[in-house]
């Protein structure tokens, strides 16, 4: 499978009322509603949501904390996606896994189902396909970069801990699988990790750690133009109410 997005394919949501966790970059978001599902759109970031009504026609989007969903009912919910979410919540200190998980518990429907699709964790020693070294290395500088700024930034949880919270919380038939997304960085999606680590070392104050992130950042990038970056593991993991 080339392609994490053409695994939902034979997924019948037609007129399910679908809940999207975490509107990112909004590719889930359009895939599900073309499947004719009822979305709920939800993010943290009011921008997120702007740009993503552009693209879509009959989505509700709504701006909401993940780990308190108040205005939701409870058990309202066919089906839950969280892409590349979990990894996120750590970005903003109110999310907590646990805490996020409880409230999609609580909003779906008995028999409803939990899907979350993110990456693997960047350990060599645990991974369960070859690491790509420049993405590796390209993750690793931003985290830095985001750490010496005292930001949050993506935290990637594995699947194996998610099960055990997921039954903990009361969830059962958990099951995982582990897949690759096979098709190479495309120039703009590295082009856009280039330009958020770059905007983010020119916040940094001390010019001598500056001018050597700025370096490293070059010297990985130089290196891609000979070999495409290619994504490591990913997982889908999938839970019932």
């Known amino acids: 499978m080339t392609d994490s997005m053409a695994r939902f394919k034979e997924v019948d949501l037609e007129e399910k009322k679908v809940l999207d966790a975490g509107t990112g970059a ?4 359009k895939i599900l509603e073309d499947k004719g599902a009822e979305v709920v759109s939800v993010d943290i970031e ?35 996606f969280c892409k590349g979410t979990v990894s996120a919540l ?29 990456y693997y964790p960047f350990e060599e020693e645990s991974s369960p396909v070859p690491l790509d ?10 985290k830095a970069v985001f750490e010496l700024l005292g930001e949050g930034h993506l935290e990637e949880y594995s699947p194996e801990l998610l099960k055990d919270e997921l039954r903990s919380i009361g969830f059962g038939d958990v099951t995982h699988s582990i897949f690759r997304d096979e098709l190479p960085w495309s120039d703009e999606l ?8 770059l905007e983010n070392i020119e916040l940094i104050e001390e010019e001598y750690l500056g001018a050597a992130l700025k370096k490293k950042l070059r010297d990985i990038i130089s290196s891609t133009e000979k070999k495409k970056v290619v994504s490591g593991a990913q997982y889908e993991l999938n839970a019932k109410r």
């Open 26 to 29: 909004c590719g889930m978001t």
């Open 46 to 80: 009011r921008e997120r949501m702007i740009d993503c009504r552009s693209q879509t026609e009959s989505t509700d989007f709504l701006q909401a904390d993940l780990s308190n969903m108040r205005f939701i009912e409870s058990e309202s919910f066919d089906h839950v």
């Open 90 to 118: 750590s970005i903003n200190k109110t999310l907590f896994v646990t805490s996020v998980l409880r409230e999609l518990h609580r909003i779906l429907k008995n028999g409803g189902q939990l899907t979350i699709i993110d």
């Open 133 to 142: 070294e420049h993405q590796v290395e390209l993750w690793r500088l931003e």
């Open 190 to 197: 590295l082009k856009e990790h280039e330009e958020v680590i």
